[in-house]
């Protein structure tokens, strides 16, 4: 019984830390987020955030320090406070998510107004 505890530790700890970890799988430091990332990528080209020049980094962390795979509107208060400080007002907690209005990659609106903005 205790060698089989064993070799279910040897078999399942790994499946464990990699899933609590849930960090980004190591890359190498030249290595650009395009190269495993492609569709990510061409929908970030189509946005104002390509063309503003803002990388992967800016809302993903990096790879080796601060990942996260799924950023929250908190990101975006650099750029975007007063965006931010009205979805706080209006949504209750479960719904302050840029991504109800906007795609995740090309940051485009979902949904156009009939004023054109």
């Not at 064993?6 to 700890?13: D, N, P, S, V």
């Amino acid at each position: 019984m205790k060698r089989l505890f064993i070799i279910f530790l040897i078999l399942a700890l790994p499946i464990m830390v990699a899933a609590k970890e849930k960090g980004h799988i190591k890359t190498q430091e030249t290595q650009e987020c395009s190269e495993c990332h492609k569709s990510q990528t061409e929908a970030w080209q189509k946005g104002k955030h390509e063309v503003m020049g803002v990388k992967c980094i800016v809302c993903h962390g990096s790879t080796e320090k601060n990942f996260i795979a799924k950023p929250d509107m908190y990101r975006c208060r650099g750029c975007h406070g007063e965006k931010v400080s009205e979805v706080e007002k209006n949504l209750p907690p479960k719904l302050r998510n840029c991504f109800l209005c906007h795609d995740r990659h090309s940051v485009t609106p979902k949904f156009h107004s009939k004023g054109g903005k």
